[in-house]
Each structure stands twice: as C-alpha cells, then as structure tokens.
C-alpha cells in the first residue's frame, strides 16, 4: 500500500499566466497548514523546454512563495 506520505502532491503551473504567482502563493499557505501530511508539495513549470521544480515543504521555499506578490516575483522559487 502507498501513502499519502510517500507519494505528494505535483501541481503544473504555466509561468505565462497572470495566477500562477497566486497559485503558487496559496499552495505554499496550503503546505503551512498540511504540509507534513505529504511527503512533498512540488510545484513544476516547464520554461524553455525544460521542467523546473520547487518543493514547498521546504521552509525556505515556502516562505518565498508567502512573500510573492506579482507573476514576476514567481522566478524566485526556481532559481
């Protein structure tokens, strides 16, 4: 059997649209609250024919996410 734990949650954003930020931004207060049921919480983009990742479990990344306040403010979690 697979656990919640184990397996986390993936969430695709599209960089190019105007809530991705926002989006980002709420999955990172989602993560202060459940975080630890999952074994992560990754938000993924593609940007130039690649995939990026973050894991909002991480502290550091989610408390860049909390601080985001624009689409361009979203670069900060893959760099």
């Known amino acids: 059997m697979i ?3 184990e ?3 993936l969430l695709r954003l599209f960089h190019k649209l105007k809530g991705s930020w926002a989006k980002a931004k709420g999955s990172a207060e ?3 609250k459940h975080g630890m049921d999952f074994g ?3 938000i993924a983009r593609k940007k ?3 995939w ?3 894991d909002l479990n991480e502290m550091k990344t989610r408390a ?3 601080r985001m306040q ?3 403010d979203l670069e900060s979690l893959f760099v």
């Open 3 to 5: 656990s919640i734990k």
């Open 7 to 9: 397996t986390g949650i």
């Open 30 to 32: 989602f993560a202060d």
């Open 40 to 42: 992560r919480l990754v």
């Open 48 to 50: 130039d024919k690649l």
């Open 52 to 54: 990026q990742s973050a």
């Open 64 to 66: 860049k996410a909390r």
């Open 70 to 72: 624009s689409s361009s």
